[in-house]
Nanobody
Framework: EVQLVESGGGLVQPGGSLRLSCAAS????????MSWVRQAPGKGLEWVSV??????SYADSVKGRFTISRDNAKNTLYLQMNSLKPEDTAVYYCTRYDVVYYSGSIYGHHAYWGQGTQVTASS
């Protein structure tokens, strides 16, 4: 059974930092791309970042402030968040991002989700 368990959220002042962790189990962690997705109060889901064998990618809203990384030996995904802004306030979800190649095209989707961890940037 695939399980993703986030931790590390909390309340931080604007300009502060937090590091989120996601402990993965039930699959061969190193074989899969992993992603972070967030949902702000009253808003829809927003993709934040992804990491795979080819590297990393970020949403424009977090580029230069957030860093995604992984430790395959520990089956753990991380998100280092610096210079946090009030608009970063959201529930942050860890996802396993599955990619399928079909007819020369690549299709990806967030196949599994964690329960989420709350991040609040407020004074």
């Amino acid at each position: 059974e695939v399980q993703l368990v986030e931790s590390g959220g909390g309340l931080v002042q604007p300009g502060g930092s937090l590091r989120l962790s996601c402990a993965a189990s039930g699959f061969t962690f190193s074989n899969y791309a992993m992603s972070w997705v967030r949902q702000a109060p009253g808003k829809g889901l927003e993709w934040v970042s992804v990491i795979n064998s080819g590297g990393t990618s970020y949403a424009d809203s977090v580029k230069g402030r957030f860093t995604i990384s992984r430790d395959n030996a520990k089956n753990t995904l991380y998100l280092q968040m610096n210079s946090l802004k009030p608009e970063d306030t959201a529930v942050y979800y860890c996802t396993r991002y599955d990619v399928v190649y079909y007819s020369g095209s690549i299709y990806g989707h967030h196949a599994y989700w964690g329960q989420g961890t709350q991040v609040t940037a407020s004074s």
